[in-house]
C-alpha cells in the first residue's frame, strides 16, 4: 500500500460502502487523512473506494464485518501492519432490522410481537460488533497521541426524546430493535469515555439524522437531507481538540439528551 504515512492521521470507518459511511470517508479524506473505508463485501469497498480516490482522497478499502471476528482480528492485524497505529474509529456500520418500509426498526418487531431472531441480529451489529471493533481496535488507537472514537447513534436513541409528548419521535411506532440497541450503544459510548479518559481518548456518540440513503430513504424528513450533511456531526467529532468533549450524545443542534 506504500509507506507508513507519519503525518497523515489515520482513521477507520465501518460501514463505508455506501450511505453516511462513504460521506464521512469523503469528508475525512478531503481534511488530508488516511482513510481505511471498512465493508463486508470485497467488491464493493472497492468501489466505494475508487470513487474517492479518483477524487483525490487517500483511502484504502479493507474487508471488515463487524459482526465476524475473525475479519475484525484480520482487519486490526493489517492496520498493524500498515499503517501501523488509527488515529479515529467511526463505528457506523449499522442494520435496521427491518421489513421493507418507511420505518426503521418496524416490521413486526414491537413488544408483544418480538422476533427475537432479528433483535439479536440488530444487537450483533449496533451493539456488539461496536464493542468487538472497538476492543480489537484500542492496542491501535493508543498509539495515537490524540485518539477519538465516535458511535453513529440515532435520534431514537433517546429516551427523553422517544416519550416527550412534543417530539415528534413519540410518535414513531415502538420497535423492540434499531432504537433499543441504539439507546444501548449510547449507554456504551459512556462507559468508554469513562474508561479511556485517562488514555486522553476522547468517546462519543452522533445522531446523524435522517438522510436521503438506502437506510431511512422513505421518511419525511429524509427527503431534502443529503448523506454529507448526515455525515457532519460524526466529521466533528472525529476532529474535535484535546480539550472537546467525551462521553456525549451530539447533533447538528449540539448535545442530544439521553
Known amino acids: 500500500m506504500g509507506p507508513m504515512p507519519h503525518d497523515s492521521t489515520i482513521a477507520l470507518v465501518t460501514g463505508a460502502n455506501k450511505g453516511i459511511g462513504q460521506a464521512i470517508s469523503q469528508r475525512l479524506a478531503s481534511m488530508g487523512m488516511t482513510v481505511l473505508m471498512g465493508s463486508r463485501d470485497a467488491g464493493r469497498g472497492?468501489?466505494?473506494a475508487a470513487e474517492l480516490r479518483a477524487a483525490g482522497g487517500d483511502v484504502h478499502p479493507i474487508v471488515l464485518d463487524v459482526t465476524d471476528l475473525?475479519?475484525?482480528q484480520a482487519a486490526a492485524a493489517h492496520i498493524s501492519d500498515w499503517p501501523g497505529r488509527l488515529d479515529v474509529l467511526v463505528n457506523n456500520a449499522g442494520i435496521s432490522g427491518r421489513?421493507?418500509?418507511p420505518v426503521p426498526g418496524t416490521g413486526g418487531r414491537v413488544p408483544g410481537s418480538f422476533d427475537l431472531a432479528?433483535?439479536?441480529?440488530?444487537?450483533?451489529?449496533?451493539?456488539?460488533g461496536v464493542i468487538m471493533v472497538t476492543e480489537a481496535m484500542l492496542p491501535l488507537l493508543r498509539r495515537s497521541a490524540a485518539a477519538r472514537i465516535v458511535n453513529v447513534s440515532s435520534g431514537v436513541g433517546s429516551l427523553r426524546d422517544m416519550t416527550d409528548p412534543q417530539h415528534y419521535m413519540s410518535t414513531l411506532p415502538a420497535s423492540g430493535s434499531y432504537p433499543t440497541s441504539k439507546t444501548a450503544l449510547n449507554s456504551l459510548t459512556v462507559q468508554y469515555a469513562k474508561a479511556l479518559?485517562?488514555?486522553g481518548i476522547l468517546v462519543n456518540a452522533v445522531a446523524p439524522g435522517a438522510c436521503a440513503t438506502d437506510f431511512t430513504r422513505g421518511l419525511p424528513r429524509a427527503i431534502s437531507r443529503t448523506a454529507a450533511q448526515g455525515a457532519e456531526i460524526a466529521v466533528r467529532m472525529a476532529t474535535i481538540g484535546s480539550d472537546g468533549p467525551t462521553g456525549g450524545f451530539f447533533d447538528d443542534n449540539g448535545p442530544v439528551p439521553w
Open 46 to 48: 472497492e468501489q466505494a
Open 70 to 72: 475473525a475479519s475484525i
Open 99 to 101: 421489513r421493507p418500509g
Open 118 to 128: 432479528t433483535v439479536r441480529a440488530v444487537f450483533e451489529t449496533n451493539f456488539f
Open 197 to 199: 479518559a485517562a488514555d
